[in-house]
């Protein structure tokens, strides 16, 4: 093999390599980009995978059709450069595809589909034609054909995996989601100059011209969204969340943590250390199902509101947090004023790994406060498994608080209803608490589920004037028991929660 042979066939595996990888940090970067518009649900990553695989297969074809046709390095090169031009066309439209499909009067599956086709298949056709072509153009200088395709696929398939864990390990956490875009687009871009040097002409000007143009505008959108209300995008490994400020429903100033665009996870007052989100005032019920208590788990920190209130009004507590992720604490320390306290014990784990191996009998009361996409409790914490162990971590009149968003009649209460059948079927004594009484069954909304572990029925009035302002909203009518449980096996969170974000409106 000659000196110029070698070097084009070094070039097309690097290439091959970098591009496997560049369409996987693509892929996972994708339900970042989805997620403050649409969420991160299973849905979400449906439709991202399967569109994806999609275009990809349509590239394999087409790709290989063409390098029959016209097998010159010259057009690959120019594959890779219009990828990076549609990653940076990707960038640059993003917010106002997303806004649009977001307020589509359709539900989150199809919403999920039209994003993924929009924003994503266009350039994962071209990242599909990379391989094919390349194996044309590395047979014309090598007979050996098994091994030529073998080769090149599997180094693809190589630098896949690469990127998979550059993606998730280190570019999402610590560059962030949108400047991985960038990085990306330029990657794709530079990509095919390896290939060809850069020859001037209108196309290869535009394409570079939009590439910067989109960082710029992200860039500034950034900015303004900062200064207009303090907007912080911050990448976790777990989640995309965005801090701001704005106002609740009563003009008051608060700041805002969340992670999905269907409900906020915590807020805090500006000026003041009170409840910011009406939820919350319902923990206490605490002291009333189980008075004097100590231990406490509180399974969710997100921005530490319960935490923080419990530290502040009860002195005899001792407070385990269950967050799952440790970037979520640095961030409730930074904007929601979390401080440390020797009462409280802040541990980085799953929530139901957690509860899988605590002690018997460990916990006074449970507070459960984590959520994930759409509004749902994460599926794993649903379950009669979960509930168990739930059951078993508690003392022997212990009680667990459970907050989840939905309707309680109508097409969208099947989650509760199936919760509610959950709780039913492990604790002898389950209650439903309306947050806002007026609003009606068939609405969607925040529910409380009171449940004790106590054989004996706990009493419902109280001389506390707190405690009986939140005994007053408590469902007094019958719930059917008409869905399964909820098993590890079969858990459908996401398909309940999808019917009732049909019909879903941003209400606190």
Not at 253 to 265: E, H
Not at 308 to 325: G, Q, T, W
Not at 365 to 390: H, N, Y
Request: aromatic residues 10%; proline residues 4%; charged residues 20%.
């Amino acid at each position: 093999m000659s000196r110029l042979a070698r070097l084009r066939a070094i070039s097309l595996e690097i290439t091959v390599f970098v591009s496997g990888g560049l369409l996987m940090t693509y892929e996972i970067i994708g339900s970042r980009i989805l997620a403050p518009f649409i969420g991160t649900s299973t849905y979400v990553w449906t439709s991202l995978i399967g569109v994806i695989l999609a275009s990809l297969s349509l590239g394999y074809w087409f790709g290989g059709r063409l390098a029959d046709r016209r097998p010159d390095i010259r057009i690959l090169a120019a594959v890779l450069f219009l990828a990076g031009t549609l990653v940076s066309v990707t960038i640059l439209i993003k917010e106002i595809v997303l806004s649009f499909i977001a307020s589509a009067p359709v539900g989150v599956e199809l919403q999920s589909l039209l994003a993924a086709l929009l924003l994503f298949a266009p350039a994962s056709v071209c990242l599909g034609m990379v391989t094919p072509y390349a194996v044309k153009l590395r047979m014309l200088v090598l007979a050996d054909a098994g091994k030529t395709v073998g080769r090149l696929y599997a180094l693809s398939t190589v630098g896949s995996i690469a990127g998979t864990f550059l993606a998730g390990f280190f570019l999402i956490p610590f560059v962030g989601s949108v400047r991985t875009l960038y990085i990306v687009a330029g990657s794709l871009i530079a990509l095919s100059l390896l290939l060809v040097p850069f020859a001037i002409s209108r196309l290869n000007i535009a394409g570079l011209v939009l590439l910067f143009s989109s960082v710029c505008w992200s860039e500034a959108a950034a900015g303004i969204s900062f200064r207009a209300n303090e907007l912080r995008d911050i990448d976790t490994e777990y989640s995309r969340v965005q801090v701001f400020n704005s106002v609740d429903r009563n003009g008051k100033q608060i700041r805002v943590l969340t992670t999905d665009p269907y409900a906020i996870q915590s807020a805090i007052f500006l000026d003041s250390d009170e409840p910011a989100l009406e939820y919350g005032r319902f923990y206490h019920l605490a002291r009333h199902f189980k008075p004097a208590f100590q231990d406490v788990l509180v399974v969710g920190g997100a921005g530490y509101s319960t935490p923080k209130e419990f530290l502040r009004r009860y002195k005899d507590v001792r407070i385990d947090v269950v967050e799952i992720d440790p970037r979520m604490t640095d961030i409730a320390r930074e904007h929601f004023r979390l401080k440390d306290d020797p009462r409280l014990n802040i541990i980085h784990e799953d929530g139901r790994m957690y509860l899988n191996r605590a002690d018997a009998g460990r916990y006074d009361v449970i507070l459960m406060d984590a959520f994930g996409s759409m509004f749902t409790v994460p599926f794993q914490l649903t379950t009669v498994e979960a509930v168990r162990k739930i059951h078993n971590s508690l003392t022997g009149d212990g009680v667990v608080i459970f907050n989840l968003g939905s309707s309680i009649t109508g097409r969208g209460s099947g989650f509760f209803r199936a919760e509610m059948a959950t709780y039913r079927s492990v604790f002898p004594h389950v209650f439903v608490f309306k947050v806002r009484a007026d609003r009606m069954d068939d609405a969607l909304q925040n529910l409380i589920i009171v449940a004790s572990k106590s054989s004996t029925p706990p009493q419902l009035a109280s001389g506390d004037d707190e405690i009986s302002s939140l005994l007053a909203n408590i469902y007094s009518n019958s719930i059917p028991a008409d869905l399964p449980i909820l098993t590890d096996d079969i858990a459908p969170v996401e398909h309940y929660n999808s019917i009732a974000q049909n019909q879903y409106t941003p209400q606190q």
